[in-house]
């Protein structure tokens, strides 16, 4: 199973799998397949969902993926956690959306616990320096056009602090201490 933020991007990530396939030979007869689902037939099938909550539970998938993960919901995200219980894997995939969501807090050590966080998942972080198909010449073009917060983000893999936020994520997690004394007197 796999998911994307929008039905758009899920009918294409269906698509590039079709056409994977296509490219490697066809080595499987599809026995059905739409925008949005292939099956081959040996049983194995894809189906390529948008962010919606609704009627994604009950499957027991082998290997679910979520695609452009930072903007996929939290919500879809608590849904599909239940289908690893019988032993599917996770893999998502993304560039940072701001601090923000489920995805950040997978990365954000503070915020999680660098402990929990090597446990249950295993990461990389591949940069767009890293690239050999992005040139020098295109990231300096990006730099200047989008600025250097946008870039940063899609380019280098930084969480950002999200668009429009009043007050740093750093600033936040700051005033959740008990290291003072109550404004008000009492008990």
């Known amino acids: 199973m796999v998911f994307s933020p929008t039905k758009r991007q899920s009918q294409e990530f269906a698509r590039a ?8 030979g066809m080595p499987l007869k599809r026995i059905s397949e739409n925008q949005s689902e292939v099956e081959w ?6 189906m390529s969902m948008p962010d919606r909550q609704t009627g ?3 499957f027991t998938p082998t290997l679910i993926v979520i695609d452009e993960a930072s903007r996929v919901s939290d ?6 956690r239940p289908m ?9 995939t993304s560039t940072p959306f701001g601090k923000r969501g489920w995805f950040f807090d997978i990365w954000d050590s503070e915020g999680r616990g660098a402990k929990d966080r090597l ?8 940069t767009a320096e890293s690239c050999p198909r992005i040139t020098a010449e295109f ?10 917060r946008w870039f940063k983000q899609e380019w280098l893999c930084d969480f950002s602090d999200t668009v429009g ?13 008990g290291d003072f004394e109550p404004l008000f007197g009492g008990g």
Not at 41 to 46: A, F, K, P, V
Not at 84 to 92: D, H, P
Not at 165 to 177: E, N
Request: hydrophobic fraction near 55%; avoid cysteine; aromatic fraction near 10%.
């Open 41 to 46: 037939e040996n049983g194995s099938r894809l």
């Open 165 to 177: 936020s009043v007050f740093s994520k750093s600033v936040i997690d700051r005033a959740f201490t």
């Open 139 to 148: 990231l300096a073009e990006e730099l200047a056009e989008i600025g250097p």
């Open 56 to 58: 994604v539970v009950g």
């Open 84 to 92: 690893l219980a019988l032993g599917a894997e996770l893999l998502v």
């Open 119 to 126: 446990k249950n998942f295993a990461w990389w972080k591949v």
């Open 17 to 24: 799998v079709r056409q994977a396939d296509k490219a490697i």
């Open 75 to 80: 919500l879809l995200y608590m849904s599909v």
